[in-house]
């Protein structure tokens, strides 16, 4: 795997920790997301970030691993948070923190822990 490939999905692993820990400490309730426009921020800049290093993946890599991820939606949802933040819809970004990111975590973990198991 390329280095800078593995690099990327530690950071978007990070990423996806940040968003659980961030739902868990304001109580993983929808309400006090659309409320609460700390917890809407952190969340959001979150994944908006998670699709910056999205994109930044080789395209060989995005290439192999094309039927587990949706890497192009997930570039896409970067992209509504980059130009359309304000009408953003909240109820989709509590869709994709809380159904998408989870799953996007083990993929992260899973790639992670193949890499290491590479390397020894």
Known sequence: MDRGDLDRIQHMKRYCDDIAGT????????????????FYNSVSMSIM?????????SAEFKDATRRQMPWGAIRGM?????????????SDVWETATKDTPVLLQFCETIIEKAAQETS
């Open 23 to 38: 739902i868990v400490r304001f109580g993983a309730s929808y309400d006090a997301f659309t409320k609460d426009i700390d």
């Open 49 to 57: 970030q998670i699709g910056e290093l999205a994109n930044g993946l």
């Open 78 to 90: 970067r992209n509504h948070f980059a130009h359309a933040y304000v009408t953003m819809d909240r």
